[in-house]
């Protein structure tokens, strides 16, 4: 089935820091989704992308979806502790969702 | 407040044996999933079902089996076939696939956790 390329797979944050991550795909989706997964429990949708060029905001996080279809970014401005946890991007492809392998963030300590 | 159930949060499972993990919704969702996850692996897709009485294999299905009598269950039973079962299980549901977006974004559940001694 369809992979989507998440990167980086992890990342060391500092609070106050602003942290990227992207997504890729190998063919062309019509919305791309994000979602935040603390430890131990379930994903929670972060942001939801239907159009190619848009750009979305949820509080810190901003998301875009490529113009290319083929690839969104997340953005979270001024990090503070409980951003870590997985981010996972997601797309359809037909009637089922795939997601990325995810990327784990962390506190520097 | 509507959401999705599942249970129990931990299981504890002897090898040969076969273990039922529960998921309810009251979404009212037609479609569910159920997915797998292991460290650095992401989530991986074991059954879906977009209508009662129907699903279908996801990418590994082998080791598993799902029932669909209600539109608001669909448990997953991890069956002794299954050789490396001990994950992170995922139940999801969303609005039937296709047609207006939306439909594509799943509501998950917060997991169980089972561990093969």
């Known amino acids: 089935g369809q992979q989507l390329n998440q990167s980086p797979q992890s990342m060391f944050i500092q609070e106050g820091e602003d942290v990227s991550m992207n997504c890729t795909s190998s063919s062309i989706f019509n919305t791309w989704l994000w979602y935040k997964q603390d430890p131990g429990e379930g994903p929670v949708l972060l942001i939801a992308?239907?159009?190619?060029?848009e750009l979305t905001s949820n509080g810190r996080l901003t998301a875009q979806f490529g113009i290319t279809r083929k690839d969104s970014f997340l953005n979270i401005s001024a990090s503070i502790p409980s951003d870590v946890g997985i981010y996972f991007c997601a797309g359809p492809e037909g009637n089922k969702l795939v997601f990325g392998a995810g990327t784990i963030l962390r506190v520097k300590s | 407040d509507g959401g999705i159930t599942q249970s129990p949060k931990y299981l504890f499972r002897k090898e040969g044996q076969n273990v039922t993990l529960s998921c309810e919704q009251n979404l009212n969702h037609d479609a569910m999933y159920w997915y797998r996850q292991d460290p650095g692996q992401g989530l991986r897709l074991i059954y879906y079902?977009?209508?009662?009485?129907?699903?279908q294999k996801g990418d590994i299905a082998e080791g598993y089996s799902v029932s669909r009598e209600k539109k608001e269950s669909f448990p997953l039973t991890v069956t002794s076939a299954q050789k490396n079962p001990t994950a992170f299980y995922l139940c999801?549901?969303?609005?039937?696939?296709?047609?207006?977006?939306?439909?594509?974004?799943?509501?998950f559940g917060a997991g169980s956790r089972l561990t093969v001694l």
């Open positions: 992308l239907y159009k190619a060029g």
């Open positions: 999801a549901s969303s609005r039937r696939q296709g047609g207006s977006s939306g439909a594509n974004v799943l509501t």
């Open positions: 079902s977009q209508i009662v009485n129907d699903f």
